[in-house]
């Protein structure tokens, strides 16, 4: 059973920094695309960030170029998403999934961590 667990989310204060980490129990976790979205209150699920197999072409909705960095390693099937500068409206359940392109389809998607930005 595929699973995708997310973790390193929390409450920080506007202007900081968070690492999320999700960890795949994919076989072949080298094969997908990785991706992060996040779903605010009240809102739907948007694409946040998406990294290639092989972690050389990354992709970054507007809002968050500069900020976020997302990254991989495919020897601990793990991918991750450095957030700084961190504003409230960053605040939202960010997911990480698995897919084979980078508009989709996405395959796997993790449970989920909280990220509350306050200001």
């Known amino acids: 059973q595929v699973q995708l667990v997310e973790s390193g989310g929390g409450l920080v204060q506007a202007g900081g920094s968070l690492k999320l980490s999700c960890a795949a129990s994919l076989r072949t976790f080298s094969n997908y695309v990785m991706g992060w979205f996040r779903q605010a209150p009240g809102k739907g699920r948007e694409f946040v960030a998406a990294i290639s197999e092989g972690g050389g072409t990354t992709y970054y909705t507007d809002s968050v170029k500069g900020r976020f960095t997302i990254s991989r390693d495919n020897a601990k099937n793990t991918v991750y998403l450095q957030m700084n500068s961190l504003q409230p409206e960053d605040t939202a359940v960010h997911y990480c999934?698995?897919?084979?392109?980078?508009?989709?389809?996405?395959?796997?998607w993790g449970q989920g961590t909280q990220v509350t930005v306050s200001s």
């Open positions: 999934a698995a897919g084979t392109g980078i508009a989709g389809p996405w395959h796997y």
